[in-house]
Nanobody
Framework: HVQLVESGGGSVQAGGSLRLSCATS????????MGWFRQAPGKEREGVAF???????RYVESVKGRFTISQDNAKNTVTLQKNSLKPEDTAVYSCATVLQGTLCRWENFGYWGQGTQVTVS
């Protein structure tokens, strides 16, 4: 049973930084495509970043150079370091992984955590 639990959200001023963590269970992240998504009020959920099992990464254009996804395979955790935050980064951020047997693509993510709120003012 896959479980994803996010932490590290909060309120920060524009230009500040936050580090989100995702504690996982029920899967080996070293063999999985892991990612972060966000959903702002009144908007659709969008992919922010993902990392494949071979450590290939991909970012949505709006966060390139500011956000970094990483993972600790020994601890089975995934992190998202967010720097130079902007008000438009305000959203609920969720950790996710792809459906079993699918490729590492935005449309294949199918397991989600409950999310953590990030507010940038």
């Amino acid at each position: 049973h896959v479980q994803l639990v996010e932490s590290g959200g909060g309120s920060v001023q524009a230009g500040g930084s936050l580090r989100l963590s995702c504690a996982t269970s029920g899967l080996q992240i070293s063999r999985k495509c892991m990612g972060w998504f966000r959903q702002a009020p009144g908007k659709e959920r969008e992919g922010v970043a993902f990392m494949d099992f071979d450590e290939t990464t991909r970012y949505v254009e709006s966060v390139k150079g500011r956000f970094t996804i990483s993972q600790d395979n020994a601890k089975n955790t995934v992190t998202l370091q967010k720097n130079s935050l902007k008000p438009e980064d305000t959203a609920v951020y969720s950790c996710a992984t792809v459906l079993q047997g699918t490729l590492c693509r935005w449309e294949n993510f199918g397991y989600w955590g409950q999310g953590t709120q990030v507010t940038v003012s």
